[in-house]
């Protein structure tokens, strides 16, 4: 089984859709959660980090789920500027940062 | 802006050539990271500096050789590369600890002809 497993797409939804994406994980031990968004040729940039308890930011929501070891994105009346690709990040803990990337999850929004 | 910049952000370099990347934080974080972004795979930790210390090496091939004068630098030193090595390489730096994240330049696209 892969550290972290994401379905790499595409989605393609329609402008306004509420689409959803999953990520899990391996390692029961995993500490931390991050969600990225990573458009064409530039650089991850995090998006969310995911809590316990689920946080909402405006039309995203992520939540944690340990006992299944997922985690999940939610994304309310897309947007055409959400197109990206979301790679679901995962930290086992440590000293110093080791995280794993998912292989991302393509989204395209469609007019 | 996010706080990490990368040079250059297009390279092309031949198999015999030497050359290096650099990456600069002014965001105070105390460690830095490359990663290897290859086209249709998941981002590839190469290494990791903690507080100017190498601790992690992922079995990456002797022709990448990093380098962490300080906090705020981080070098990749490139020699004898591959076709195969041609992927965005991008840096990146956090605080140490397992809650915090990673805030990434602007990569550099390297292609090795």
């Known amino acids: 089984r892969k550290e972290v497993e994401q379905d790499p797409g595409p989605f393609n939804v329609p402008e306004g859709a509420t689409v959803a994406f999953n990520c899990t994980y391996s390692?029961?031990?995993?500490?931390?959660f991050f969600w990225y968004r990573q458009d064409c040729r530039k650089e991850p940039k995090l998006l969310m980090s995911?809590?316990?308890s689920g946080n909402e930011d405006g039309r995203f929501t992520a939540q944690l789920n340990r006992a299944s070891q997922y985690i999940s994105l939610l994304i309310r009346d897309s947007k055409l500027s959400d197109s990206a690709t979301y790679l679901c990040?995962?930290?086992?803990?440590?000293?110093?940062?080791?995280?794993?990337f998912g292989i991302g999850t393509k989204l395209q929004v469609i007019p | 802006e996010t706080g990490v910049t990368q040079t250059p952000r297009h390279l092309v370099m031949g198999m015999t050539n030497k050359k290096s990347l650099k990456c600069e934080q002014h965001?105070?974080?105390?460690?830095m990271y490359w990663y290897k972004q290859s086209a249709k795979k998941p981002l590839e930790l190469m290494f990791v500096?903690?507080?100017?210390?190498?601790?992690e090496n992922n079995s990456v091939p002797s022709r990448f050789s990093p380098e962490c004068p300080n906090s705020s630098h981080l070098f990749l030193h490139l020699h004898t590369l591959q076709p195969e090595d041609s992927a965005l390489y991008l840096c990146?730096?956090?605080?140490?600890?397992?809650?915090?994240?990673?805030?990434f330049g602007q990569g550099t696209r390297l292609t090795v002809v």
């Open positions: 990146a730096s956090s605080r140490t600890g397992p809650n915090t994240e990673a805030f």
């Open positions: 390692n029961s031990a995993s500490q931390s």
């Open positions: 995911v809590y316990s």
């Open positions: 990040v995962v930290n086992p803990g440590g000293g110093y940062q080791k995280v794993t």
């Open positions: 965001l105070g974080h105390n460690a």
């Open positions: 500096y903690s507080l100017e210390e190498r601790v």
